[in-house]
Every structure is written in C-alpha cells, then in structure tokens.
C-alpha cells in the first residue's frame, strides 16, 4: 500500500495537501467554535494553531499523515480539515480522522464527500481497512460515521488523551476491502441526492 500524496477532487470539495501556502487559510478557516475542539484530541484553534500545524507538517514529513485542507467548490472557501492518518504500508491500514468542520459546513455534502474521497483513495492504494474513530461522548459524530456505512467495532477505554487532559474513550468503526464496494455505492447515492 501506497498512498500518494496528492489533491484529490469531486463536485463539492477539493481536499488540498497541507503546505506552507495553506497556513493561514487553514488558520483564519479552524479559527471558530471553541466548545467544537474541546473534546478533540489535538486543538487547532486560536493560539493552539501553531503547535497543531507543526505536528501535522512532522507527521507528513514522517509519512505517517496527509493532512488536507478541505475547500468547498461552489464558492472556493476553505471550511475545514480532514486527514488519513496513522498509515501503516505493511498492515495496509489507515484512519481517517482529525476532521473538523466549520459550523456552515457541517450537514450538508462536505462531510460525505470528503469521506468518499478519501476512502477511495487508500483503497485504491491496496488499503484493507480503514478506520474512523471518535470521541465515545460524540453522538453527532458516531451518528454520520454510521450513516457513511462504516460499521461500528466497540469502544476502546481510555484510549487517548484530549489536549484539555481528558481521557478520552475512542468509539471504533472501520471500512474494510469487503465492505467498500456497497459503501461506496451509498456514498455516490447520498452525494447524487445533493444535485
């Protein structure tokens, strides 16, 4: 497994691979709705973008991550981030996460077309599984990761740390090879019932 770093793009978002360029966009776009981030593992908010930013850039550089800017098309606005991450070649596993919306964005195509996008570009690099996980506190989120197809795998106690210090219970899905076919057809079905 291969996966390339590069933009990828349908009739909604085009995700852009994060570079120097990007940094204040991404910035002045992640900028916004504080109580959204408290509950994140990483927060990239206010004075937390910098630190944020520069571990993105080190994971990318290790090859471990590709983080995206997410850039709605009908009117070229940068409205979030979304990344895979957690790239393993030899096991053939990815996650899909560090996913933040602004709130505008949220509820509409975006969040289904970038998945669809981004699952569809670690599958077609030989992945077998990718994984999406959540904060086990978020319902809205673990609501949309089901509503993708994604099937649910349980809840890993205190699995991760949030930056606030908070022991964070991770609820797991994932997407394998077997899967992908009839989640990618929901997936074009969803985002054909947009327009």
């Known amino acids: 497994m291969q996966i390339a770093t590069v933009p990828l793009e349908d009739r909604f978002v085009r995700l852009e691979p994060f570079t120097e360029d990007l940094r204040e966009t991404m910035k002045a776009a992640l900028d916004c709705d504080p109580a959204a981030w408290e509950i994140m593992v990483?927060?990239?908010?206010?004075?937390?973008?910098?630190?944020?930013?520069?571990?993105?850039?080190?994971?990318?550089?290790?090859?471990?991550?590709?983080?995206?800017?997410?850039?709605?098309?009908?009117?070229?606005?940068?409205?979030?981030?979304?990344?895979?991450?957690?790239?393993?070649?030899?096991?053939?596993?990815?996650?899909?996460?560090?996913?933040?919306?602004?709130?505008?964005?949220?509820g509409g195509p975006v969040n289904p077309a970038c998945k669809r996008l981004l699952l569809g570009h670690a599958f077609d690099a030989g992945a077998v599984r990718v994984e999406i996980i959540t904060d086990a506190v978020n319902a809205q989120s673990q609501a949309a990761i089901r509503k993708l197809g994604a099937k649910a795998e349980g809840v890993l106690r205190k699995h991760k740390t949030t930056w606030t210090g908070r022991a964070r219970d991770t609820a797991m899905f994932a997407v394998i090879d077997d899967d992908w076919p009839e989640v990618r057809d929901g997936l074009d079905r969803r985002l054909a019932a947009f327009g």
Do not use: Q
Request: with cysteine.
């Open 42 to 106: 990483a927060s990239a908010y206010g004075a937390h973008f910098e630190g944020w930013w520069g571990a993105a850039l080190k994971a990318m550089g290790a090859g471990t991550r590709i983080a995206y800017a997410v850039r709605r098309l009908s009117d070229g606005a940068v409205v979030g981030t979304t990344s895979l991450y957690e790239i393993h070649p030899a096991y053939r596993r990815c996650e899909i996460g560090s996913t933040f919306y602004r709130p505008e964005a949220r």
